[in-house]
């Protein structure tokens, strides 16, 4: 009871973000809204890269008076009916401010807030004509930025106790990372190198994960070509995606609705979902896209020239992961054709890969329509089409053994105020495609039907109500169950503009998903039934801007889970946050945690403040409190600095975690330093 009384009072401070928002703030509300719903596994795989998609696009905003729809499909809140409007818009007479994109038909309050952060306004710039001579040309525009960042663990933890014959660590707890970028309108240039917590690094060169490319850009037809490490991301991702993506959670209109970012420099740390090689995009209203990959993998070896399928982990920190470091080769090549119409686009992508090494699928029965083999092909058709004010979208891919996928959806306006999401997708079981990523409840386009219904409504300028209805099923087994398994997950928000600096939302999901458990039968054999899996969550925040210094938010949220034949149990977390910002060189952002579960699976998730392209979605289970504190400090122009302590307490535990990550006691902290040198 006093710990129930201590979180009802912390939760009587508000906290908030109201119009005042600097464009961080918005970036950062983004991506909260985007990945907190999201599972700590699926946000982590493309967590990093869609962090890093939106930074970088708040730091180099779209002119909406230059910008193309390809440009403006690239921003939040735009889908291709806005794009279009706002072409039509701009060709009666330029923008001469921001909130002018009020005036377009289809951008509303909601819409308008999301795509903000990541435009701008300016004239029509002409053309150097000596393009390819004159270094004022490549340089226009022109960023150059040095990262580095330092982040470890303060507690020991077991595996730099193991000696490195017994499965120890070989390096040091620090995770540190460096990168050089030179950007500018037509030139892309980076190097990023990485070293996770426990691998060994020996001199500048001696980094466990490299990235580097040279690219150049907006040069007339041809759009963009890339020497070294470069994402592809084209049509409702099926065939080809690997920039990371929006999936279900508060936004529920547009993100079903994948905006194609094509082909793109890569210059993030995560060490998986991306090619290495060459890629070149060219053409105007017939666009051709080519594109050539050879990068070694990491996969376990079964016997002779046979693995598993390749390691998304990225970690080469023990001697066993560091004997199967980069001991497969995959070999990709394919292509893009997309065709601009006056109702939309129309596109056709494929691509081929082999592998060095034969591919064995695993034993379990959720891997019995893996792939395995050397090579595997996936070729597929896309298209978005205006009819009216409505949008309809699709694709259909086929994978090598002859297994299909598909996706359709529509987004429409019911009213003035209303929006409608529609979709539907069917991914056979046996469906391969290593680089896709379409929308579902998996994190892989197989093995998956559904139907998603989305609505959002803007009762006035202080009210609006968004829900979705997410109904799928699995025709075969996957993981943790032998048998085909069916679900639901429901979503339903209320937003409020209490008052002119104070906002708050209701929150409440539930999903009821198939729950395999066994019974012995009359005869004494064991036999598998279905039950049902129920996760239920309401949370409530409260957002207040105090004063231009200082703002506050509160939350509060309780989790009951319950499976087949088992007793309910509950979770609970609350937290105050504080935000202080003395002057325009400094800031400091503080969080405390409460939080009581009653197991894992009533675990509760909480976006934090990190450093710059740093994603954090913690999980926090069992009984405890969270702390961290986050310092901005830009001395001069050219320089940020940020510094992260946090501090987890879980109560009357001996040992946190699990295997190496384990830490004798109850606490585990981290640190995390940044130093960011910007020049332009």
Known sequence: MKRLGLLFTLFLIPFGICG????????????????????????????EQLTEFLENLAANPVNINEAGVDELLQIPGINLITARAILDYRS????????????????GLVSFARMSPYVTIGGTQSRIRNLYTHPAYWLDGNKTEVISRYQQTIQEQEGYV????????????????????????HL???????????????????????????????????????????????GQGLVLWTGGAFGKGR???????????????????????????????????????????????TASVINGDTTSFPSSSGFHRTESEITKRNNVNQQTYGGRFRFDTRTGYWGVSGYSTQFSSFIEKGADLSDLFDFHGRSNSVIGIDYRVLIGQSLIFGELARSENSAVGGIAGLQTSI?????????????????????????????????????????????????????????????????????????????????????????????????IKDDEYFVVNDAGREESLLGERKRISIRIQTEYQVSRKIRLRSRGEVVWYQATGEAQQKGYLMYQDLRVIPNSKLQFDARMTLFDTESFDTRVYQFENDLLYVLSNVALSEQGQRMYVVTKYVPVYWLQLWLKYGVTLVEDAQIISSGLSEIKGNTRSQIGIQARVLLR
Do not use: C, M
Request: hydrophobic share 30%; charged share 25%.
């Open 92 to 107: 009666q007479k330029p923008f001469e401010e921001i909130e002018e994109l009020r005036e377009v038909s289809g951008i």
């Open 415 to 511: 009213s003035d105020n209303a929006d409608l999401a529609l979709l539907f997708r069917n991914y056979e079981k046996d469906f391969q495609s290593f680089h896709g990523d379409g929308f579902g409840e998996r994190s892989t386009p197989d093995n998956e039907r559904g139907v998603y219904f989305g609505v959002a409504h803007q009762l006035n300028h202080k009210y609006r109500l968004s829900a979705y209805f997410d109904q799928y099923a699995f025709e075969a087994p996957v993981s943790g169950t032998t048998q085909p398994t069916y679900g639901y997950d429901i979503l339903g928000l209320i937003e409020a503009k209490v008052i002119q600096d104070l906002n708050a939302y209701l929150l409440i999901r539930s999903e």
């Open 20 to 47: 005042q928002d600097s464009t961080a703030a918005l970036v950062e509300r983004q991506l909260e809204e985007a990945f907190e719903e999201l599972d700590n596994e699926d946000s982590g795989k493309t967590g």
């Open 162 to 185: 193991k000696q490195d014959s017994s499965g120890g660590y070989l390096g040091n707890p620090v995770k540190y990372y460096q990168r050089f970028r030179l950007q500018s309108s």
């Open 251 to 297: 936004e529920v209109i547009s993100t079903i609705d994948k905006n194609e970012r094509g082909l793109r420099p890569y210059s993030s740390a995560q060490e998986t979902d991306f090619f290495r090689g060459i890629a070149a995009t060219y053409g105007d209203r017939i666009e051709i896209t080519g594109f050539y990959s050879n990068r070694p993998r």
């Open 188 to 234: 892309s240039v980076n190097l990023t190198q990485e070293k996770d917590a426990g691998e060994t690094l020996n001199g500048i060169n001696g980094f466990d994960f490299n990235s580097w490319h040279f690219g150049i850009q907006n040069n007339g037809k041809l759009k963009r070509f890339v020497v070294g490490d470069y994402s592809l991301s084209v």
